[in-house]
């Protein structure tokens, strides 16, 4: 070979493969083969409008350079959002992540534009240093890069890479940079292929604030009573509701939500009369779909919302499919005293606070004995119950368990067809450590009712302490999709992925929680951990500083003792990162 037919320079390397190849293609080749041809359009179009130039995609690895290292890095941080942005739909199991490594040095470049040389070699090695769905990058890119793109580094020390005669130090990239159009914090959700709807929170008229929790009972009961409809997709209580109070953009709640229908409402209650005013209103255009008054006396309120129900399905199934058929039910009337206690009640429980967990649980005892007939009761009293224990409130002990068993059971036997029931005994079992017992019963919630997105939480839950961990990712997955704003369920997603060892992920979850539950104390308790695993004790240390801010009494032997899994591998991964942080012993 001639030295006309080749030239020296310095370039900046990008080298990726994808992380798992070989077990995707053995679980669905054809799906695997059509996920790595989108890759690779992403690469493409990443590499070259950031200026760089494609070398090789031969099978699933990537290999480009650039006149720049700014670029280079700019380049792999747009390809790994893109990429989690395109597979955050699929389940964990089928997620094509890749490893990119950047590395500033020479090549060899033939009259062909092929290149070799220790450049290459070593941004290939770089590569192989991270994890799936992360970047890392040589020293040399770092000094280049400082302060002039939007990232964070966390020094990887001086590695020694294969085939490479001197250590290369390593870091590796924490912070990439999202565009403004789709942050970190939530994915952006898509309308499903049926009837969607989100149900605002009511407007109190009754020119009395004290009956605000009126106004919000109304709204989740026809809030669950819409979900129960065959065929239609309902976002849940929680998100809806971040919503209270605040003045509305039906379009800006429809992309919110991925959903083409938005219901609003107003309530008077005066006596024993109740007026509800409600609109149905296309998410897309604002324009108004339908609207309806309804007036019934208050013990009629059952009738009156299986009757606003009705009238909701009939105008969607009009300007949507036509198909769908509301279940036919019969409920008669209600004991209005019962009914303003129950209300009164969840609104205290849903503060998620001691004080709310105890008036909460007085008033719930009270309506039973007013309405031994309202069985459901007995449910929200289980999942009560067993909270005060689980986070340690009003010096519940163990016995809670038991007594939320007892009570779910209740619910259970009264009506095993209602899926608040089968959830809350399957929630109870599973506290229990019977998760045998408690999956089958969280699968029947779920069958019961689509929509529940408490059902797919714990569904959720019951496979993960199962061990079933991929599996409760697809639960925990659905039940956010129902319910986007629930933080309780980015958690359990975060500490599934953290199981699994996807620690670039459930970092990702963790943040998200933070920001929907800035003062949670667990979540910065896993992400403590997960900073010990990727060697970054100083972020570990910060985050356990804010913790003991936040709750000075928490202990990571409260989180062990509570978390029901069936094999203790992943309550020992979890003090083990903690441990390599120096926050245990």
Known sequence: MSGSDQKKRLVA?????????????ADDDAATVAALDAARSVFRRQIESHQGRVIDMAGDSVLSVFELATSAVSAAQAIQ?????????????????????????????????????????????????CEPGGITVSDAVYSAVRGKITADFVDQGEQQVKNIAYPVRAFR?????????????????????KPSLAVLPFTNMSGDPEQEYFADGITEDIITDVSKTPGLFVIARNSSFTYKKQNVDVKEVGRKFGVRHVLEGSVRKAGMKVRINVQLIDAETGGHVWAERFDRSLEDIFALQDEVTQKIVEALKVNLTGREQARPRERGKVNTEAYDHVLRAR????????????????????????????????????????????????????????????????????????????????????????LDEAEPLARRAVELDPNFSQGYGGLGNALHFAGKHAEAIVAYEQALRLDPEFNIWIHALGRAQFTLGGYADAEATFKRRLIHMPHSDVTRAYLASLYGHTGRAEEAQRVWRELMEINPNYTAEHTLRILPYKDRAPLEQFVEGLRKAGLAQ
């Open 347 to 434: 609104g205290l429980l849903l503060q998620f606070t001691p004080q709310g967990a105890i008036e909460g649980n007085v008033l719930l005892r009270r309506a039973l004995e007013l309405d031994p007939g309202m069985t459901q009761i007995y449910a929200y009293l289980a999942i009560a119950v067993a909270t005060e224990y689980l986070n340690g409130w009003n010096d519940a002990g163990p016995d809670r368990l038991d007594q939320a068993l007892a009570l779910a059971r209740k619910a259970y036997d009264a009506d095993s067809t209602d899926a608040f029931a089968c959830n809350a005994l399957a929630i109870s079992l599973m506290w229990l450590r019977r």
């Open 173 to 193: 990239i924490t912070g990439i940079a999202r565009s403004a159009a789709a942050p970190a914090a939530d994915p952006v959700l898509r309308p499903p292929d």
């Open 81 to 129: 959002q893109a990429l989690g942005a395109a597979s955050s739909a699929l389940p964990e199991h089928r997620r094509m992540r890749f490893r990119i490594g950047v590395h500033l040095g020479e090549i060899i470049e033939k009259a062909d534009a092929t290149v070799y040389g220790d450049g290459v070699n070593i941004a290939a090695r770089l590569e192989g240093l």
């Open 13 to 25: 390397i990008l080298a990726a493969d994808a992380a798992g190849y070989s077990r995707l293609m």
